[in-house]
């Protein structure tokens, strides 16, 4: 299992300021529409610039037409990240047109529900609950050769079961950590269970009035 580190903090310097701190830990870091919105393409460059080694994960979810996706991949894999999101409701022939691009060299990971969603804000959309559909979009997210989908940890496990399929689990925290705007959260210890292979945590780290103690828990946690 390996750690994402979500840098969702309110300016560039505040998050290139927190990567100082960890900068030596083995860790992902996950670039959402905020940052990259306001950073853009050099932020990117200025995260490698403290750790070459950090892998990037670009999480744009990307859901338009499938031509629009597989452009739009190629433009992220122009940007030398190392993962991808994309929405799995966007279609088969969708994902696989991205998938034509991303090969081995991009992982792409579909989101199943996001996990700001309970059942009672899914189901008016989708027609069905999260647990049963998650699992139906990561079968289609296997179709069109996906590397694996987002979920949560309380669907990872149906969906390893189901699926060859990577899972990565956002919404991680400790118990007494606050959930903020997360519903289907778990610990550490849950995502383990559930056979993630990636797991994400941004406030439970960022928030902390020690984030490197807070990463390294996170760590030997998921050892």
């Not at 505040?14 to 905020?34: A, T």
């Not at 950073?39 to 990037?56: R, T």
């Not at 994309?86 to 969708?94: D, K, L, V």
């Amino acid at each position: 299992m390996q750690l994402c580190l979500a840098l969702d903090l309110a300016s560039k310097a505040e998050n290139l300021s927190l990567l100082q701190k960890l900068k030596d830990c083995p860790i992902w870091v996950k670039v959402g529409l905020r940052s990259f919105i306001r950073d853009e393409k050099k932020f990117l460059e200025e995260i490698k610039a403290i750790n070459p080694n950090f892998k990037i994960f670009l999480d744009l979810k990307l859901y338009d037409i499938p031509n629009t996706m597989k452009t739009a991949t190629q433009e992220c894999k122009n940007l030398g990240v190392d993962m991808i999101t994309i929405h799995a409701s966007s279609g088969i022939e969708a994902m696989s047109e991205v998938m034509s691009v991303a090969k081995d060299s991009l992982l792409v990971f579909a989101v199943t529900a996001l996990t700001s969603f309970d059942d009672e804000g899914f189901i008016p959309i989708y027609n069905a609950p999260i647990k049963s559909h998650a699992k139906t979009l990561a079968l289609l997210a296997q179709k069109g050769n996906c590397h694996g989908v987002v979920c949560s940890p309380h669907e990872s496990l149906e969906i390893k079961n189901s699926t060859s399929l990577l899972t990565l689990t956002p919404g991680i925290r400790f118990a007494e950590n606050e959930y903020g705007d997360q519903k289907r959260i778990a610990t550490p210890k849950v995502a383990k269970e559930a056979k993630a292979d990636f797991i994400v945590v941004g406030r439970p780290i960022y928030t902390h009035h020690d984030p490197l103690q807070a990463t390294l828990r996170f760590l030997e946690e998921i050892q």
